[in-house]
């Protein structure tokens, strides 16, 4: 039987973190757990970036003015943006994504469609699926929860995504999508703005299903070519394809240690670690990268940075490693350093065909062989399962707090 692509009902699943910036706040601060938290500038014009659960039960939300916020609910605990610690917090949910899909459109930080379409006979249905990407997300992350939607639409998906927020999972099946948006207010629609509400509440309409019961051409007369695509979405009908992030330009790993560390012997452990785990962040991305950098940062915050570009293109630990390396002895070491981390760039993906048939290098092949063998075991067991033997030793010093991020340059 063949199955024809287009025709396929396709499976949609839509994450974003719950209240973000105030969740890894109150990860990393124990004692704010159960809080009204809100971050957000301080000066006098400031505004909300976002709150926590427990202060928006004061009526809290984004972009008020903090004034306000704080009007509201004086108790709140108020911290600044750490922009740093919610990338990395970012990467490590879609790092989780990308082993369920390889098909993964990030939206902002917190937020990105998986298209799980053919997956089932993997993962489970599409609730079973989201079930343990938030378990693995909860894992990878600390402790950071995520609701999740899912249809067989991008638009119902995201839609049903903020339906049982936080922590909550909201699968539309087809059969349901129309009783599911119907009751929904018209600011539901996506691209329904504030001008566009108030266009569409004048003429009476507030619901999605009032919208969807009225026709194209009077929603085209109301609202232009957006009325028709409001119209469409109302119906259920949205044929937008989930886009892979391709504009992720580097893909790298960063450990900030919990101690100091000094001179060559010290960083190279650290380095390839940070090579290792690099090169499986490209190859779970299928890609392979033609530069290598490396970036350490001294113990007063000064960042020191080298790269160089491979002879060819690389997505083993050993290769990474190797260039890593060579590029620290271009480097001044005699600092004290808090962090030390990787980079691959210049990405492209991986095309074995050619590659793998014109050149064939054994040692390639078998240091290929070898590192999808160990992402074979670790996809199976866990992190744990199998570590080089310097990773063991360092990581059992518990001295390394592990900051992945991938690099947007
Ligand atoms: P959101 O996902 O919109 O909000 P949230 O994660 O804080 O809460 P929830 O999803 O549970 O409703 O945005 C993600 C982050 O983006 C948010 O934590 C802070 C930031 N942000 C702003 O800085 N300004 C804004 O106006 C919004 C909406 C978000
Ligand atoms: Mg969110």
Same mark, same amino acid.
């Given at each position: ?36 938290? @809100? @971050? ?6 400031? @505004? ?14 984004s972009a ?24 990395? !917090? ?46 693995? @997300? ?15 639409? &991008?638009y119902?998906?995201k839609v ?25 207010p018209v600011s539901r629609l996506w691209g329904a703005g504030e001008k566009s509400r108030k266009i569409l509440e004048a003429?009476?309409f507030?619901?999605i299903?009032?919208v ?7 929603m085209?007369?109301l609202l232009g070519s957006l009325g028709?695509q409001l119209?469409?979405l109302a ?17 790298? &790993? ?31 991305? +299928? ?7 490396? &970036? ?27 260039? !890593? ?26 095309? &074995? ?22 992402? !074979?075991?670790?996809?199976?067991? +866990? ?5 080089? +033997? ?20």
């Amino acid at each position: 039987m063949t199955t024809d692509k287009k025709s396929r009902i396709r499976v949609i699943l839509h994450g974003d973190m719950d209240a973000f910036f105030a969740a890894v706040e109150q990860r990393d601060r124990p004692e704010l757990v159960g809080k009204p938290v @809100v @971050v957000g500038g301080t000066g006098a014009r400031a @505004v909300v970036s976002t709150a926590s659960y427990e202060a928006r039960r004061f009526g809290v939300r984004s972009a008020m003015p903090m004034r306000l916020a704080l009007r509201k609910c004086p108790d709140a605990v108020v911290l600044p943006p750490d922009f740093e610690r919610y990338r990395a !917090a970012s990467e490590q949910m879609l790092d989780v994504f990308h082993r369920y899909s390889p098909l993964v459109e990030p939206l902002s930080l917190d937020e990105a469609f998986l298209d799980m379409t053919g997956a089932e006979g993997l993962f489970g249905s599409p609730r079973e699926t989201a079930r343990r990407i938030r378990r693995d @997300v909860f894992e990878a992350t600390g402790g950071l929860t995520l609701s999740m939607g899912g249809s067989a639409t &991008k638009y119902v998906a995201k839609v049903a995504c903020d339906f049982q927020k936080p922590d909550g999972i909201t699968i539309v099946p087809q059969e349901e999508v129309l009783s599911f948006l119907h009751p929904l207010p018209v600011s539901r629609l996506w691209g329904a703005g504030e001008k566009s509400r108030k266009i569409l509440e004048a003429r009476g309409f507030y619901t999605i299903g009032q919208v969807a019961r009225s026709s194209k051409k009077i929603m085209e007369g109301l609202l232009g070519s957006l009325g028709a695509q409001l119209f469409e979405l109302a119906n259920g009908i949205d044929s937008r394809e989930v886009v892979p992030d391709r504009d992720a330009k580097s893909i790298g &790993k960063e450990f900030t240690l919990e101690t100091d560390i000094r001179g060559r012997e010290e960083i190279l452990p650290v380095l390839q670690i940070a090579a290792d785990k690099t090169a499986r962040g490209l190859r779970s991305k +299928g890609l392979e990268a033609s530069g290598v950098r490396v &970036k350490l940062k001294t113990d007063d915050f000064r960042l020191l940075t080298r790269q160089t570009n491979l002879s060819r293109p690389a997505d083993s630990a050993a290769q990474l490693f190797e260039a !890593a390396a060579g590029l620290l002895e271009k480097m001044p070491l005699e600092y004290n350093f808090r962090l030390v981390g990787t980079a691959a760039f210049n990405l492209k993906p991986k095309n &074995k065909n050619i590659q793998g048939c014109l050149f064939k290098d054994p040692a390639r092949e078998k240091q290929e062989k070898l590192d999808r063998a160990m992402d !074979a075991v670790r996809e199976k067991f +866990g992190e744990p399962a199998l570590r080089r +033997g310097t990773d063991e030793a360092l990581l059992d010093r518990s001295e390394i707090k592990n900051k992945t991020s991938t690099e947007k340059s």
